[in-house]
């Protein structure tokens, strides 16, 4: 087990109940919701583009990304409480850093895409928003990647090796 002072042992607890309890992250549970949403918003504007009547797969993709965006908020509030946990200049805080840059410029990108679908016509699926959607989907995908090595290669949030212990007893 690390000692109490030390860099990993601060990354690996939360720093208040509200960022969730020790081995159990309410960040990764949160970032379900934008990365669900905006992904089925891209389903219903595929499924817009081949409909008839488009109208309502516009709408639904619309509110999806307003939900996303809502869910994206949540998540950066709390993934910021576990970001303050990591240490200043070690690999795992710089890729804290970029996984954070990333995602706030995916959600400020939703924030465009929604404002442009919101001022589009309802009768037909916005192009420009479609690809905002795209764009925004290939960097949550690169944010995503940044967020396990976090997890998984640093430890971050991670119980330590003697409490992983106890579930191969």
Do not use: C
Request: proline share 5%; net charge neutral.
């Amino acid at each position: 087990m690390e000692e109490r002072t030390s860099p990993q042992y601060r990354a690996k607890h939360p720093r208040t109940i509200i960022a969730g309890p020790y081995g159990h992250p309410f960040h990764p549970i949160l970032v379900t919701i934008p990365i669900g949403t905006w992904v089925a918003s891209i389903v219903f504007d595929i499924i817009g583009f081949a409909a008839e009547d488009p109208k309502p797969y516009v709408v639904a993709a619309r509110v999806l990304i307003l939900i996303g965006i809502v869910g994206a908020v949540a998540a950066a509030l709390v993934g910021f409480l576990d970001y303050r946990q990591i240490a200043q200049g070690t690999a795992a805080r710089r890729t804290a850093t970029t996984h954070m840059a990333l995602n706030l410029g995916v959600t400020a990108l939703f924030i465009v895409n929604v404002i442009v679908r919101w001022s589009a016509d309802d009768d037909d699926v916005s192009i420009i928003g479609f690809v905002l959607s795209l764009v925004g989907l290939a960097a949550l995908g690169l944010s995503g990647w940044l967020g396990g090595k976090l997890a998984y290669h640093y430890g971050v949030r991670v119980a330590d090796e003697s409490t992983q212990a106890e579930g191969f007893r």
